[in-house]
């Protein structure tokens, strides 16, 4: 079948030292998912999930937010997918997040795939007894529902676990080998790093919503020799949080308290999140400054205040975690100063290379500038005002939020976008 071109003319976003810049684009549409989000192609080349919300005050805040949460994704250094604003001729506005992957030379599996894996591969007695049983306990364990979340710690490391035991088992049943060292390292990094991301920013429901992107052969299988994490849920919609209390965590697909899975994270998996927790704490004051150039920058000022509490809130609590990890490590290892000094010098480059291209890309905080978010806001409104009225005129009816209504045509895709298919509406 041919693919939908989107016939309303769009354009992308982007900043440039403050300044906005709208490039004009074409979006070809593959496919539609039950959420509204649609598989699309940018200029031929790119390829992404595109979602084209109103303008109206009850629903914009859920695409400033995509953008946001990719832009502190970026400041943190986790993996995430680039996330764009896209505009039409009538301002209509949405959002555009890259798939990050080449569908010709790569594929992606989701954690929701992975977890399918292991259990068809338990089922053909293709995993160790002590792997099953060990599987089948956490499968036993409560789901838990909103009000009535796990608080166990035992149980918590086992529930993280089993995302990263489906991960490294799904890369080992299709390469036919025992993973890499290295990279099994680097997915474990990168998944706990997403969690923590994932509590820093309040985002409360994870689920298996996350994607292992892999190199494919010539027959269109994965070979698994660079594959590298992508938790999509940096960028998708709040749908799923509205139903989740503010103290409980969904993680592969169990409700967890978040107090007590912070407590976990700290405890059990130190190692892995230490450089992102410490660089955290050593340099919040800049952290906070520049992820309030992003809310401030990306959304109007009341949504702005109370999202700016909520993420604050939640790198102090996260600070003064890393700050007793800290004190037990001085009082029980002695580091002296000059190692100290090292490792925080070392931390300021990683740490100010990213701070700096927040500030470049966000020279001014609206927060200290209330005018500019009110007169930009009006601008785009009386601008979707004029938009109407001219409908009004010359088609004599009022056009929809919205005007672009699209049917979803599959056609030739490849095995990436055939996963992605598979996974990415569920």
Not at 160 to 168: E, F, M, Q, V
Not at 196 to 225: A, H
Not at 297 to 315: C, H, R, V, W
């Amino acid at each position: 079948m041919d693919k939908d071109i989107l016939k309303e003319q769009c354009y992308i976003v982007s900043l440039d030292n403050g300044i906005r810049k709208e490039e004009p684009i074409t979006i070809e549409v593959f496919n539609s998912f039950k959420d509204g989000s649609k598989l699309v192609q940018l200029n031929n080349t790119v390829f992404g999930l595109l979602n084209l919300n109103s303008l109206d005050p009850k629903t914009v805040y859920i695409d400033d937010f995509a953008v946001i949460k990719a832009d502190i994704a970026e400041l943190l250094d986790v993996d995430h997918e680039e996330t764009k604003r896209i505009v039409t001729e009538d301002k209509t506005i949405g959002t555009f997040t890259t798939l990050n992957y080449s569908k010709d030379i790569e594929t992606r599996i989701s954690g929701t795939a992975a977890i399918n894996n292991v259990v068809t591969a338990i089922n053909n007695k293709k995993v160790s007894d002590e792997e099953t049983l060990w599987v089948d306990k956490i499968f036993k364990y409560p789901t838990g529902s909103s009000g009535n979340s796990i608080k166990d710690a035992a149980q918590i490391e086992d529930i993280i676990n089993l995302g990263l035991y489906a991960l490294n088992k799904t890369i080992e049943l299709q390469s036919g080998n025992q993973i890499e060292a290295r990279l099994g390292k680097a997915i474990r990094k990168n998944y706990l790093r997403m969690i923590v991301f994932d509590l820093i920013i309040g985002k409360k429901y994870r689920g298996f919503d996350y994607y292992l992107i892999s190199k494919v052969n010539d027959s269109g299988k994965p070979v698994w020799i660079d594959a590298y994490f992508a938790p999509i849920s940096i960028s998708s919609n709040t749908n799923k949080d509205s139903y989740i209390k503010d103290d409980e965590y969904v993680i592969n697909n169990k409700y967890v308290n978040r107090d007590a899975l912070l407590e976990v994270l700290f405890t059990k998996y130190y190692k892995d999140i230490c450089k992102l927790t410490q660089a955290i704490n050593d340099a919040k004051k800049l952290y906070i400054d520049a992820i309030s150039r992003i809310i401030y920058n990306n959304t109007d000022l009341t949504y702005a205040s109370s999202l700016e509490d909520l993420i604050l809130s939640n790198i102090e609590k996260i600070s003064k975690r890393q700050e007793q990890e800290e004190s037990k490590v001085d009082k029980n290892q002695k580091i002296n100063k000059v190692e100290r000094t090292m490792a925080t010098q070392s931390l300021n480059v990683r740490v100010t290379t990213k701070l700096d291209l927040i500030q470049k890309k966000y020279p001014i905080n609206p927060k200290e500038h209330k005018n500019i978010i009110k007169e930009t806001r009006q601008k785009e409104q009386d601008a979707v005002k004029l938009t109407v009225e001219e409908e009004k005129t010359n088609k004599g009816f009022i056009a929809s939020s919205i005007l672009i209504s699209i049917v979803a045509l599959v056609c030739g895709l490849g095995i990436g976008i055939a996963y992605v298919l598979l996974t990415i509406g569920s």
